[in-house]
């Protein structure tokens, strides 16, 4: 059975940080390129991060950048966000997807709800 479970949520002052961690099973996390996407309250969801399946390449929504870091650790199946300088506006549930574009196989889990207020 394919699961992704998104932990580390939680409440958080502006500027503070947060550790998110999506664990993978039921299928070959090797093979995938990881995301992480948010949706805000009354917001589209976004794509926050993208890293490829061997960790070579990792690209960033501009709203991000420079504060938020991708990665992923395939002997674990698990994939990071590391959010620092967090803002209010960083308030979203966080979910993790897995992609594999050579057949088009996509998995998402729940999420997890990360609320950056003083």
């Known amino acids: 059975q394919v699961q992704l479970v998104e932990s580390g949520g939680g409440l958080v002052q502006p500027g503070g940080s947060l550790r998110l961690s999506c664990v993978a099973s039921?299928?070959?996390?090797?093979?995938?390129?990881m995301r992480w996407y948010r949706q805000g309250p009354g917001k589209e969801r976004e794509l926050v991060a993208h890293?490829?399946?061997?960790?070579?390449?990792?690209n960033y929504a501009e709203s991000v950048k420079g504060r938020f870091s991708i990665s992923r650790d395939n002997a674990k199946n698990v994939v990071y966000l590391q959010m620092n300088s967090l803002k209010p506006e960083d308030t979203a549930v966080y979910s993790c997807?897995?992609?594999?574009?050579?057949?088009?196989?996509?998995?998402w889990g729940k999420g997890t709800l990360v609320t950056v207020s003083s």
């Open positions: 039921g299928f070959t996390f090797s093979n995938y390129a």
């Open positions: 890293i490829t399946d061997a960790g070579g390449w990792t």
């Open positions: 997807n897995a992609h594999w574009a050579l057949t088009g196989r996509s998995y």
